[in-house]
């Protein structure tokens, strides 16, 4: 098993810029593909972004893409969201997911292990 930790949400205006982190507690993502999902108040929780399990294939909702960026650190023990261009509709609670899975899914149910979730809030 692997407990996940997010963190770096927070408070920004729209256009500005915040990096969520994912850290694996006590292990690597070496044995997981993850993923990003966001919650927004009265919607249901939906895919960000996500990497496979050896960090070279990623995928974006249209949403996000060509604003956002899904990494991982060199020791392959935190997964990083760049979030650029932000906008309000960005407004939500973020997840991040680990799959024990070579390739990644765009479905949350696919996943088995989740992060408690970071707040992010993109407001004038």
């Known amino acids: 098993q692997v407990q996940l930790v997010d963190s770096g949400g927070g408070f920004v205006q729209p256009g500005g810029s915040l990096r969520l982190s994912c850290a694996a507690s006590?292990?690597?993502?070496?044995?997981?593909?993850v993923g990003w999902f966001r919650q927004a108040p009265g919607k249901e929780r939906e895919f960000v972004a996500a990497?496979?399990?050896?960090?070279?294939?990623?995928n974006y909702a249209d949403s996000v893409k060509g604003r956002f960026t899904i990494s991982e650190a060199g020791a392959k023990n935190t997964v990083y969201l760049q979030m650029n261009s932000l906008k309000p509709e960005d407004t939500a609670d973020y997840y991040c997911?680990?799959?024990?899975?070579?390739?990644?899914?765009?479905?949350?149910?696919?996943?088995?292990?989740w992060g408690q979730g970071t707040q992010v809030t993109v407001s004038s």
């Open positions: 997911a680990a799959r024990s899975a070579i390739y990644y899914s765009t479905h949350q149910h696919d996943y088995d292990y």
């Open positions: 006590g292990r690597t993502f070496d044995n997981y593909a």
């Open positions: 990497v496979s399990r050896s960090g070279r294939l990623t």
